[in-house]
């Protein structure tokens, strides 16, 4: 599993879910909390490339995959490509 990045706010429940996928599934994660780096969603999407609208806002290695949501449906994706 490449490594994931989570943008988000540590005010955010659906960040905290996210991390806390990564800690159960073993995955390595990088934390960005956007207001300790004082980073805007601007900023966010200017390094992803896209609109943001919402956080978190989660890659895996270099492929963007969306938000939480998005983030749990890969995940599953992950289990039924490992049976």
């Not at 390595?28 to 919402?54: F, N």
Request: charged share 25%; glycine share 10%; aromatic share 10%.
């Amino acid at each position: 599993m490449d490594r994931v990045t989570i943008y988000g706010r540590a005010s955010c429940g659906f960040c905290l879910r996210a991390k806390s996928l990564c800690e159960a599934n073993g995955w390595p994660y990088t934390w960005v909390d956007m207001m300790t780096e004082g980073l805007s969603k601007a900023d966010i999407a200017a390094k992803i490339g896209r609109p943001v609208h919402t956080v978190p806002q989660i890659l895996v290695g270099e492929q963007y995959i969306g938000g939480c949501d998005e983030f749990f449906d890969f995940a599953r994706s992950q289990e039924v490509a490992a049976r």
